[in-house]
């Protein structure tokens, strides 16, 4: 039986390459899921409620799931409001807590990106 490998408790995917970047997202949350079956995926939408909303989602203990995803799309729109409260949360990923941002702009360029590495 091969082990598989678990991706950090956070993980930024970038670059305007929208293929390459779902791949990269199935991989991360398919490796999350055959090691935890019973993970749960939860997707921020803005429509839905805000970003301090979904934080404190994040921050919630379930009592169903273990171990849960969280996955952020578009984080180069955020205003630095949002970017605060999504980099306050990167001390409580843990092996029970994983979050996936994504972006279409390089990782490597731009100040808002700059403050989510």
């Known amino acids: 039986m091969s082990t598989v490998r678990l991706p950090k408790p956070i993980t930024l995917l970038g670059g305007n390459d929208s293929i390459s970047r779902e791949k990269a997202k199935d991989a991360a949350t398919s490796a999350i899921i055959m ?22 989602r994040m921050l919630t203990t379930s ?4 171990v849960r995803i969280f ?3 578009d984080v180069h729109t955020f205003k630095k409001d949002d970017l605060d409260i999504l980099t306050s949360l990167f001390p409580y990923a843990s092996a029970d807590m994983f979050i996936i941002l994504e972006t279409d702009r390089s990782t490597k360029k731009g100040r808002k990106e700059n403050a989510l590495q």
Request: no cysteine; proline share 7%.
């Open 35 to 56: 090691q935890y079956p019973d993970a749960e995926i939860e997707r921020f939408d803005p429509e839905q409620y805000t970003l301090s909303i979904f934080a404190e």
């Open 63 to 66: 009592m169903f799931q273990a």
């Open 71 to 73: 996955i952020v799309h």
